[in-house]
């Protein structure tokens, strides 16, 4: 917003009054005695010129005034509505329009994307329940095969099913994530009954891979969803048990201090790398020990630190390769959750 820029805005203007005061002062000079006039022709011309150069200064201030801090928010991609230029000028009543029809077709724009969101999530969602239906059957067939004294294939459909309950139950937790807050309930929860339920889903991973499980005094308790926190700690504990070797050994403790409580699942199995432990809860990331699974879909992790970071508690986690891995929950006692907001 120079001064340069005003002058070349008001070219046709200048030039325009340039052209009078020329034809005014031929005019005077071919209608009147020279000797006489010439001085007074001078003096009109500075009085004019010096008119005409005051009101362009201060012409110059009240536009760059008019339009500095609509300019500072546009270019420093700040909300602009705020700052749109008041005024009559064509110019101040076409951004104004501009700005209000271009916010209408955002808001038109938004609203479609929240419909199909919507419908998306939905959809989801009852096919979630759909498919939980063949599921429940498949159990029922591992408990006839049961009785047919065929536990080995019994043993496979059933981690199988387990598998896939827990991915359909991923599925159905990553729809709602980006919607928690319409199903977010504080409560008062015991940390033990927390992990005893997330121990209950896991139990066939624990059993098939003869997993030894320690369980220290959990007796504490927290401010939290217990649906969410449910969800984080059901991943943790999976996630243990699946790259933990046969016969290996998860210890579940917890400590507690002046600010928080710290939940933890730690475990003897094949740790992480040094170069992966600060991608592991980016999304779709596997890393080394993904690679060596099939079953590894690197979304289980972003889901829970997602949804950790919306419910204000915090996932730490701390690793030596062929040594352990230890996951920490960290629940604070004065949580925010007047901060919970939706998305």
Same mark, same amino acid.
């Given at each position: 917003?120079?001064?340069?820029?005003?002058?070349?805005?008001?070219?046709?203007?200048? &030039?325009?009054?340039?052209?009078?005061?020329?034809? &005014?002062?031929?005019?005077?000079?071919?209608?009147?005695?020279?000797? /006489?006039?010439? #001085?007074?022709?001078l003096y009109m011309n500075i009085l004019i010129f010096s008119i005409s150069f005051m009101f362009l200064i201060v012409g110059y201030f009240r536009w760059r005034n008019s339009y500095k801090e609509f300019k500072n928010a546009l270019y420093n991609k700040k909300e602009i509505d705020v700052y749109v230029p008041e005024g009559e000028k064509l110019?101040? =009543?076409?951004?104004?329009?501009?700005?209000?029809?271009? #916010?209408?077709?955002?808001? =038109?724009?938004?609203?479609?994307? /929240?419909?199909?969101?919507?419908?998306?999530?939905?959809?989801?969602?009852?096919?979630?329940?759909?498919? =939980?239906?063949?599921l429940s059957v498949c159990e029922l067939i591992a408990d006839k095969i049961e009785q047919e004294d065929m536990y080995n294939i019994s043993e496979q459909l059933r981690q199988e099913l387990e598998r896939t309950n827990f991915l359909v139950n991923q599925v159905l937790y990553a729809s709602r994530s980006s919607s928690y807050s319409e199903d977010f309930i504080v409560e008062e929860i015991n940390i033990d009954s927390l992990v005893k339920s997330a121990i209950k889903t896991n139990t066939n991973l624990f059993i098939s891979k003869k997993i030894e499980l320690e369980i220290d005094d959990l007796n504490f308790e927290v401010l939290i969803d217990r649906k969410w926190a449910s969800y984080i700690l059901e991943q943790i504990i999976n996630n243990a048990c699946k790259y933990v070797d046969i016969g290996g050994k998860i210890k579940i403790f917890a400590k507690e201090d002046d600010e928080s409580i710290m939940l933890s699942v730690k475990d003897n199995g094949i740790g992480i790398s040094k170069k992966d432990i600060n991608r592991i809860f980016d999304r779709g990331f596997t890393g080394e020990n993904g690679r060596k699974t099939s079953k590894s879909t690197g979304m289980g992790l972003y889901i829970c630190k997602k949804i950790a970071n919306k419910i204000n508690i915090e996932i730490k986690v701390d690793s030596q390769v062929s040594q352990y891995t230890e996951f920490v929950i960290v629940f604070y006692k004065l949580s925010d959750y007047f901060n919970v907001t939706k998305m």
């Open positions: 917003m120079s001064f340069l820029k005003y002058l070349k805005d008001l070219s046709w203007t200048i &030039i325009c009054f340039l052209l009078v005061v020329l034809i &005014i002062n031929l005019i005077l000079l071919s209608s009147t005695n020279l000797n /006489k006039s010439l #001085n007074d022709i110019e101040q =009543k076409l951004i104004r329009e501009t700005v209000d029809i271009k #916010n209408e077709e955002k808001l =038109k724009e938004t609203e479609q994307l /929240k419909e199909n969101l919507d419908e998306l999530n939905d959809y989801i969602t009852k096919w979630v329940h759909e498919i =939980k239906i063949p």
